[in-house]
């Protein structure tokens, strides 16, 4: 009998941290039959020779929002050019439960997160699940090309307990029917649970009523991963997640951390030592956010529980006097932390193209944000507001310690955000689909060895969302495999990115195979929907 694939020549990093070597695999099932220096047997169905190429496990990216674009297209084409087979969902405390999928698809309009529009086409277009295990259903009928694994949301829970963003404790009756609709989910094949204490509604409940919830979380084995109170500052959040972690006794993941808090990084290495499981994940580099003016009006309109009664309509009456608009200024956040720092793109009119709102408002003697606000309300312009830009702090930073990048405990997460759908220009992050290759690029420039950069994406997620069959090339294991071109493994950088081509994707990944299936071949995507959903240790969905 002939196996299904033989890598031959391969220069092994096999996710363990241990030192590369050369040798040959051989899959067959769907799993890792063969590690040997040399296979005696040589027959196999395919063989690929991997000459003065990396082979490494797939990546596992334990942070992205793409419960709902898999319902639309599952080739995830920007993760597998990266070398990602994995990604974890429901992040920052939305998820695709409780209830049906309606109720799922209300929470994410009202969050911004989808367009009204959206919204509809993904009710149209979808079938309707009422429960985890039928989402899992659909996925698995749809076809994905990588491995889904996913986290209740806290948020979404909350709000469809206690019937909106309420600014107060549950009730008795409404704290067990969270708790009760987490056992569920669990019990469904759930990861864990995510919150997401930055925004309504997860930011009113008090530490107490999160140490509950992670409690049923530990109960069955899950995760507890947080976007953590970032308005308290890093440090304190952090500790509030710890703290957390030690009574409920849960494992922790501390989500998108910036390396802007080094002091945040060392307290979850004290941590770790001192006996809590926890772990953290970052975005490696930022272009901030590049978010389209009907996108942005959206926005505004969830700004206050008024406007939003108002619509989109109501947002444009308030743009147009003095009242309306001293009430959407009252809360910049999404503009920014300074307006006038947006810088405008894909505009209509070219006078206006890559300036910042600051330098357009000076030369007509305004302030940025009436400036903004002007432009806002004007209907014949049309343009993309880039929150951030290119020189937003990028991991591990210049001016960091370099224990940041030497802390064990830190993975990549790419917090991939699900946009519209066919509608890629609505609202972007430039670099995120490069997130992985840029992960790289840093902790090599920073003197972290290869071996400890494979571990960091490969078996410290794996082993912390106990995704027990996964983050390593050992025998036995589901045979998840990249086979990279490594001098040319890459992302644009700040220089070389294109901010009218939200699309980009990275190069030099030649190969990959999940769960045995040639999935990407020469850098090309095929569709083998070999992925999974994926449970805890090692179980299916
Ligand atoms: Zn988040």
Same mark, same amino acid.
Request: with cysteine; glycine share 8%.
């Given at each position: 009998?002939?196996?299904?694939?033989?890598?031959?020549?391969?220069?092994?990093?096999?996710?363990?941290?241990?030192?590369?070597?050369?040798?040959?695999?051989?899959?067959?099932?769907?799993?890792?039959?063969?590690?040997?220096?040399?296979?005696?047997?040589?027959?196999?169905?395919?063989?690929?020779?991997?000459?003065?190429?990396?082979?490494?496990?797939?990546?596992?990216?334990?942070?992205?929002?793409?419960?709902?674009? =898999?319902?639309?297209? +599952?080739?995830?084409?920007?993760?597998?050019?990266?070398?990602?087979?994995?990604?974890? #969902?429901?992040?920052?405390?939305?998820?695709?439960?409780?209830?049906?999928?309606?109720?799922?698809?209300?929470?994410?309009?009202?969050?911004?997160?989808?367009?009204?529009?959206?919204?509809?086409?993904?009710?149209?277009?979808?079938?309707?699940?009422?429960?985890?295990? *039928?989402? /899992?259903?659909? &996925? !698995?009928? !749809?076809?994905?090309?990588?491995?889904?694994?996913?986290?209740?949301?806290? +948020?979404?829970?909350?709000?469809?307990?206690?019937?909106? @963003?309420?600014?107060?404790?549950?009730?008795?009756?409404?704290?067990?029917?969270?708790?009760?609709?987490?056992?569920?989910?669990?019990?469904?094949?759930?990861?864990?649970?995510?919150?997401?204490?930055?925004?309504?509604?997860?930011?009113?409940?008090?530490?107490?009523?999160?140490?509950?919830?992670?409690?049923? &979380?530990?109960?069955?084995?899950?995760?507890?991963?947080?976007?953590?109170?970032?308005?308290?500052?890093?440090?304190?959040?952090?500790?509030?997640?710890?703290?957390?972690?030690? !009574?409920?006794?849960?494992?922790?993941?501390?989500?998108?951390?910036?390396?802007?808090?080094?002091?945040?990084?060392?307290?979850?290495?004290?941590?770790?030592?001192?006996? =809590?499981?926890?772990?953290?994940?970052?975005?490696?580099?930022?272009?901030?956010?590049?978010?389209?003016?009907?996108?942005?009006?959206?926005?505004?309109?969830?700004?206050?529980?008024?406007?939003?009664?108002?619509?989109?309509?109501?947002?444009?009456?308030?743009?147009?006097? *003095?009242?309306?608009?001293?009430?959407?200024?009252?809360?910049?956040?999404?503009?920014?932390?300074?307006?006038?720092?947006?810088?405008?793109?894909?505009? %209509?009119?070219?006078?206006?193209?890559?300036?910042?709102?600051?330098?357009?408002?000076?030369?007509?003697?305004?302030?940025?944000?009436?400036?903004?606000?002007?432009?806002?309300?004007?209907?014949?312009?049309?343009?993309?507001?880039?929150?951030?830009?290119? %020189?937003?702090?990028?991991?591990?930073?210049? *001016?960091?310690?370099?224990?940041?990048?030497? %802390?064990?405990?830190?993975?990549? +997460?790419?917090?991939?955000?699900?946009?519209?759908?066919?509608?890629?220009?609505?609202?972007?992050?430039?670099?995120?689909?490069?997130?992985?290759?840029? /992960?790289?690029?840093?902790?090599?420039?920073?003197?972290?060895?290869?071996?400890?950069?494979?571990?960091?994406?490969? @078996?410290?997620?794996?082993?912390? /969302?106990?995704?027990?069959?996964?983050?390593?090339?050992?025998?036995?294991?589901?045979?998840?495999?990249?086979?990279?071109?490594?001098?040319?493994?890459?992302?644009? #950088?700040?220089?070389?990115?294109?901010?009218?081509?939200?699309?980009?994707?990275?190069?030099?990944?030649?190969?990959?195979? =999940? #769960?045995? !299936?040639?999935?990407?071949?020469? +850098?090309?995507?095929?569709?083998?929907?070999?992925?999974?959903?994926?449970?805890?240790?090692?179980?299916? %969905?």
């Amino acid at each position: 009998m002939s196996y299904d694939l033989i890598i031959k020549n391969a220069n092994i990093v096999d996710g363990s941290g241990e030192p590369a070597f050369k040798g040959e695999i051989a899959v067959e099932d769907g799993k890792i039959k063969k590690i040997a220096h040399k296979l005696l047997k040589k027959d196999a169905t395919r063989i690929i020779d991997a000459e003065g190429q990396l082979v490494t496990p797939g990546f596992i990216d334990p942070h992205v929002h793409e419960e709902l674009v =898999v319902l639309n297209n +599952g080739l995830f084409e920007d993760f597998l050019s990266q070398g990602v087979t994995t990604i974890i #969902n429901g992040n920052c405390g939305h998820s695709v439960t409780p209830y049906d999928a309606r109720n799922i698809y209300q929470y994410m309009y009202q969050n911004g997160l989808i367009s009204s529009s959206a919204k509809e086409v993904y009710a149209k277009k979808h079938p309707a699940w009422n429960s985890l295990a *039928e989402y /899992f259903e659909i &996925v !698995k009928t !749809k076809g994905t090309n990588i491995n889904f694994g996913i986290l209740l949301g806290h +948020g979404t829970l909350r709000w469809s307990v206690m019937g909106g @963003s309420k600014a107060r404790k549950p009730t008795n009756e409404e704290s067990e029917e969270i708790k009760s609709l987490i056992a569920e989910g669990m019990k469904q094949g759930a990861l864990g649970i995510s919150t997401g204490l930055s925004y309504i509604p997860s930011r009113y409940a008090k530490t107490e009523e999160l140490v509950e919830a992670a409690a049923v &979380v530990a109960k069955y084995d899950g995760v507890y991963s947080s976007h953590i109170r970032y308005y308290l500052g890093e440090l304190e959040a952090v500790q509030e997640a710890i703290e957390i972690g030690k !009574k409920a006794g849960v494992r922790v993941q501390v989500s998108h951390l910036t390396p802007t808090a080094p002091e945040a990084f060392a307290e979850i290495l004290k941590a770790s030592k001192a006996g =809590v499981e926890i772990a953290v994940d970052t975005i490696p580099k930022s272009s901030g956010h590049c978010t389209r003016k009907d996108r942005m009006l959206q926005f505004i309109m969830a700004l206050s529980s008024e406007l939003f009664e108002k619509g989109i309509e109501g947002v444009k009456e308030a743009l147009q006097d *003095e009242e309306g608009r001293e009430k959407i200024l009252e809360n910049t956040t999404i503009f920014g932390e300074n307006p006038g720092s947006i810088i405008l793109i894909n505009t %209509n009119d070219p006078k206006l193209e890559l300036k910042t709102v600051a330098e357009l408002a000076k030369k007509v003697g305004k302030e940025p944000a009436d400036f903004l606000l002007d432009l806002l309300a004007d209907d014949e312009q049309d343009f993309t507001c880039w929150l951030g830009g290119l %020189n937003r702090e990028d991991f591990p930073g210049k *001016e960091y310690p370099d224990q940041v990048a030497f %802390n064990p405990l830190v993975m990549v +997460g790419s917090d991939r955000i699900f946009g519209e759908p066919d509608d890629p220009y609505s609202w972007y992050e430039l670099f995120r689909r490069g997130a992985f290759p840029l /992960f790289f690029k840093m902790m090599s420039d920073k003197g972290v060895k290869l071996e400890e950069i494979v571990r960091r994406v490969s @078996s410290l997620p794996a082993t912390h /969302f106990k995704l027990s069959d996964r983050g390593l090339l050992k025998e036995g294991m589901a045979a998840d495999i990249n086979i990279i071109d490594y001098n040319n493994y890459h992302y644009p #950088n700040n220089n070389q990115i294109d901010y009218s081509k939200p699309l980009t994707n990275a190069e030099g990944v030649r190969y990959v195979i =999940v #769960n045995g !299936k040639l999935t990407l071949e020469n +850098g090309v995507v095929k569709t083998a929907y070999a992925g999974k959903c994926l449970g805890l240790n090692g179980k299916y %969905n």
